[in-house]
């Protein structure tokens, strides 16, 4: 049975997709993205357009995006090849490349007027992200892996409607739509994380990657009632003077508790800090001594203060509080 792709975005949005609504579909040619093409232009017709992100990072990426193209074109889609100038990453290859694709195509999409970008992201996908996560001690939001939808830019939402639907399904629709499929070998690398999680998946039978899938969910709308919860900790526990934060965290859960400090630390010192600093300094804060992150000093206390530190003065001494 073919997923009802409407009700899958429906879901992954909170809202039905409006009748005006322009869809682009990231598309690199492998069976899940194709897969999706197919969904998309059955339920969406007129209404989408393919985007294949060139990295040149590959000598074959050329020509796999022209293969797209030309396959799109035989079947009456829109498609457009996005090629990103610049050199070679050197480092962290994988992560740069995906900010990369996300930023060329988000700024199409702002552009021409497409105010929701799907990608094919699935079951095995956030089967194999939850296992990374876990793998990196990551805590409940790094946990709920990939998330179903979020704001890309102003105006283009970024919707993965696929992460209950299996990569084998997606597999076999795209062959029975006849589609040429790309053969990306990066994927088969054995060097990259997610991988590595792949082949530990596939040697596991007893892993159930739609199992794991699902608890992703499951951690994920616990992590939306934690937000939750910490933005009316924050409207009743959290007060601002002269400058400072002061931050009751008497009685609250430790998860809450962190929810708060990483706020007051964000806002304070304009980025976020690590989920693992934050941990460090809720703990040291619990125990009655101070710390520093980010440029921020805490104090203990029936309550928490915290503000931002002054820079030392030519030849000074490192604060005796510091972490």
């Known amino acids: ?37 197919s969904l998309a232009d059955s339920a969406f017709p007129g209404r989408v357009t393919a985007l294949t992100v060139d990295h040149r990072l590959r000598s074959e990426a050329a ?6 193209a030309a396959q799109c074109a035989a079947r009456g889609l829109p498609h457009v090849t996005l090629v990103r100038e610049g050199g070679d990453f050197t480092s962290n290859i994988q992560a740069r490349a995906r900010a990369a694709r996300y930023a060329l195509m988000g700024d199409w999409c702002g552009a021409h007027g497409h105010g929701l970008l799907l990608t094919a992201h699935h079951a095995d996908d956030q089967a194999e992200t939850l296992l990374m996560r876990l793998n990196r001690a990551s805590g409940s939001d790094g946990l709920a892996a990939i998330r179903p939808a979020r704001r890309l830019q102003p105006g283009v939402m970024l919707v993965r409607p696929l992460l209950a639907v299996r990569k ?33 998946l596939a040697a596991t039978p007893a892993l159930d990657a739609a199992a794991l899938a699902a608890s992703a969910a499951h951690l994920a709308a616990d992590a939306e009632a934690l937000a939750w919860a910490a933005d009316l900790a924050w409207a009743g526990r959290v007060q601002e003077a002269d400058g400072r934060l002061l931050v009751d965290a008497g009685g609250l ?29 809720a703990a040291r804060l619990g125990a009655g001594a101070s710390g520093t992150l980010a440029g921020i000093v805490a104090r203990p206390g029936t309550i928490w203060q915290l503000s931002v530190t002054r820079p030392p003065q030519k030849g000074g001494k490192k604060p005796q509080n510091a972490a």
Do not use: K, Y
Not at 14 to 34: K, N, Y
Not at 63 to 68: N, R, T
Not at 253 to 281: D, F, H
């Open 168 to 200: 084998a399904d997606l597999a076999a629709l795209a062959a029975a739509d006849a589609w040429q499929q790309v053969d990306d070998p990066t994927n088969r690398d054995l060097r990259h994380d997610r991988t590595a999680m792949r082949a530990l």
């Open 253 to 281: 859960p430790a998860a809450l508790v962190q929810r708060l400090l990483a706020r007051a630390v964000e806002t304070l010192a304009g980025r976020p800090a690590r989920g693992s600093e934050i941990a460090r300094l």
């Open 1 to 37: 049975m073919r997923p009802d792709l409407a009700a899958l975005i429906a879901a992954a949005l909170g809202r039905p997709v409006a009748a005006d609504e322009r869809i682009a579909v990231a598309t690199s040619g492998g069976p899940d993205s194709l897969a999706l093409l």
């Open 63 to 68: 020509a796999e995006a022209a293969s797209v």
